[in-house]
């Protein structure tokens, strides 16, 4: 999908209901309803902030991505997208994201055009809610990305999320020792799976990339 078209389509349809949770739940784990509902309502949840990074390459959009840095978190080494937990001075949802994309691969939060956002989900491992935004600049970046927190930017061009024998399935060996079962999409050489699959899979229904 060409930049521009993309763009003046993902207003259109973000003015519109989200597909939601359905959309969502076709890239979740097993049994993740039953933990939803069990631990979503906790008082002391947190919540955090992504980013959805569109920019255009040759005409085409292309997304940006993050591997995040080893480390003793739950997302150690995992594939994600740019973000963070809200910090006491960001002003609303949408500002944590900015700040955390520009800390963490570089890319200036003034020059970031947010277009809206999507569905929230709940991680239970974690106990976060997530906030994912969608944003745009209208030039290849540069990316500078924080080795405390990324280990790699990695970018795809969203036609690449067309085909849908890159959706697979896994058992994941999480760091509290679960053994989880979930759909992933399969990158050239990284299985992208969790939250960050069911977010994606809400913005590419709602683009109609894939069916």
């Known amino acids: 999908m060409e930049f521009e078209t993309c763009i003046d389509f993902l207003n259109k349809q973000l003015s519109m209901p989200l597909p939601g949770e359905d959309a969502q739940y076709k890239m979740a784990p097993m049994k993740r309803?039953?933990?939803v509902e069990k631990y979503a309502s906790s008082p002391d949840a947190k919540h955090s902030s992504v980013l959805l990074l569109l920019y255009p390459e040759n005409k085409n959009t292309n997304l940006v991505l993050i591997r995040r840095a080893i480390d003793n978190s739950h997302h150690s080494g995992q594939i994600?997208?740019?973000?963070?937990?809200?910090?006491a001075h960001d002003v609303d949802l949408k500002a944590?994201?900015?700040?955390?994309t520009e800390e963490e691969i570089g890319v200036a939060l003034s020059k970031i055009a947010v277009h809206g956002?999507?569905?929230k989900l709940y991680i239970p491992v974690s106990n976060y809610w997530v906030?994912?935004?969608i944003g745009s600049v209208n030039h290849i970046p540069e990316f500078i990305p924080d080795d405390k927190e990324v280990d790699e930017v990695i970018t795809y061009e969203?036609?690449?999320?067309?085909?849908?024998?890159?959706?697979?399935r896994h058992d994941f060996n999480t760091k509290s020792g679960f053994k989880i079962s979930a759909p992933?999409?399969?990158l050239e050489k990284d299985k992208l799976w969790g939250a960050t699959a069911m977010i994606l899979s809400e913005f590419l229904e709602m683009l109609k990339i894939r069916q």
């Not at 944590?96 to 955390?100: D, M």
């Open 158 to 168: 969203l036609s690449y999320f067309i085909n849908s024998d890159i959706i697979k």
């Open 184 to 186: 992933y999409y399969q």
């Open 117 to 119: 956002s999507l569905t």
């Open 131 to 133: 906030h994912p935004f």
């Open 80 to 87: 994600a997208l740019p973000g963070g937990a809200v910090e």
């Open 33 to 35: 309803k039953s933990r």
């Open 96 to 100: 944590t994201a900015l700040r955390e």
